[in-house]
């Protein structure tokens, strides 16, 4: 898992300048007819965006938003995306904004978040939007699957380079880590979670009553007191260790 003992500043997760030279022109969801998202695609979403938005709820500035359209093109005022998950710092704070356009409603997003299903797939989550994001200077995009169907990892965050490649990142136990310091993990449900990266804390998800929030925070606690006793345990034996008796101090016996 990644260190998230710093907390990281807003400098630290702005966007690169925008390089539109080359970005690809979208219509994300034109010609889309009638098609729907399926169950676990929409669970999947509301579980970011509410643990994400509890996650940032002290954060002044900051704002997030699902589903959101994103106008990012001067050549085109009319090409957009549509990410599942978007945090912004737009100029002002606005419950109610149809969508979003960039230099006008705020500047490009901090983080943008995608839960791939068969549709979202050949809308290019994993294609045609790299560009466009990494022409946006994004810092952070990251990739959801809670089937495996179309992403084997099942969550992947793509970090930004300053040459504008990305640098795949997966923790050790297979969630990803962002460095607004919240992190998603795939629970043993096989549901998302979103999990304070900082106090090991997770979030209640949307459909979850006070009871199992209750039984979260017991579990949470459980672990963080066996984690002091083993770190306890670590440091007595340290000290154990170090105070025996040094080579060539001891007491020689008689013959």
Same mark, same amino acid.
């Given at each position: 898992?990644?260190?998230?003992?710093?907390?990281?500043?807003?400098?630290?997760?702005?966007?690169?300048?925008?390089?539109?030279?080359?970005?690809?022109?979208?219509?994300?969801?034109?010609?889309?007819?009638?098609?729907?998202?399926?169950?676990?695609?929409?669970?999947?979403?509301?579980?970011?965006?509410?643990?994400?938005?509890?996650?940032?709820?002290?954060?002044?500035?900051?704002?997030?938003?699902? &589903?959101?359209?994103?106008?990012?093109?001067? %050549?085109?005022?009319?090409? !957009? *995306?549509? /990410? $599942?998950?978007?945090? #912004?710092?737009?100029?002002?704070?606005?419950?109610?904004?149809?969508?979003?356009?960039?230099?006008?409603?705020?500047?490009?997003?901090?983080?943008?978040?995608?839960?791939?299903?068969?549709?979202?797939?050949?809308?290019?989550?994993?294609?045609?939007?790299?560009?466009?994001?990494?022409?946006?200077?994004?810092?952070?995009?990251?990739?959801?699957?809670?089937?495996?169907?179309?992403?084997?990892?099942?969550?992947?965050?793509?970090?930004?380079?300053?040459?504008?490649?990305?640098?795949?990142?997966?923790?050790?136990?297979?969630?990803?880590?962002?460095?607004?310091?919240?992190?998603?993990?795939?629970?043993?449900? &096989?549901?998302?979670?979103?999990?304070?990266? %900082?106090?090991?804390?997770? !979030? *209640?998800? /949307? $459909?979850?009553?006070? #009871?199992?929030?209750?039984?979260?925070?017991?579990?949470?606690?459980?672990?963080?007191?066996?984690?002091?006793?083993?770190?306890?345990?670590?440091?007595?034996?340290?000290?154990?260790?170090?105070?025996?008796?040094?080579?060539?101090?001891?007491?020689?016996?008689?013959?």
């Amino acid at each position: 898992m990644r260190d998230a003992s710093r907390r990281t500043s807003l400098a630290d997760l702005r966007p690169f300048p925008i390089i539109e030279s080359g970005m690809p022109l979208l219509y994300e969801d034109e010609e889309e007819g009638d098609m729907g998202d399926a169950t676990w695609h929409k669970d999947a979403m509301d579980i970011a965006l509410y643990g994400v938005m509890a996650h940032l709820r002290d954060r002044q500035g900051l704002q997030v938003f699902a &589903n959101l359209n994103l106008y990012y093109s001067t %050549r085109d005022r009319n090409a !957009y *995306v549509s /990410p $599942d998950l978007m945090v #912004a710092e737009p100029y002002e704070v606005h419950l109610n904004l149809p969508s979003y356009r960039i230099g006008e409603d705020g500047p490009a997003p901090l983080l943008v978040g995608e839960v791939l299903s068969e549709r979202t797939a050949q809308q290019g989550d994993r294609r045609e939007k790299l560009p466009i994001y990494a022409g946006l200077g994004i810092r952070e995009y990251i990739l959801i699957d809670t089937t495996g169907r179309f992403l084997p990892e099942r969550l992947l965050l793509k970090r930004l380079r300053r040459n504008r490649t990305w640098k795949d990142e997966q923790d050790a136990d297979g969630g990803v880590t962002s460095r607004f310091e919240f992190r998603f993990i795939i629970d043993a449900d &096989n549901r998302l979670r979103v999990v304070d990266a %900082r106090a090991g804390a997770p !979030y *209640v998800r /949307p $459909d979850e009553a006070p #009871a199992r929030l209750d039984q979260l925070t017991v579990e949470v606690e459980a672990r963080r007191k066996a984690e002091e006793r083993v770190r306890a345990l670590e440091e007595e034996l340290a000290r154990l260790r170090g105070s025996g008796p040094k080579k060539g101090k001891g007491r020689r016996r008689k013959p």
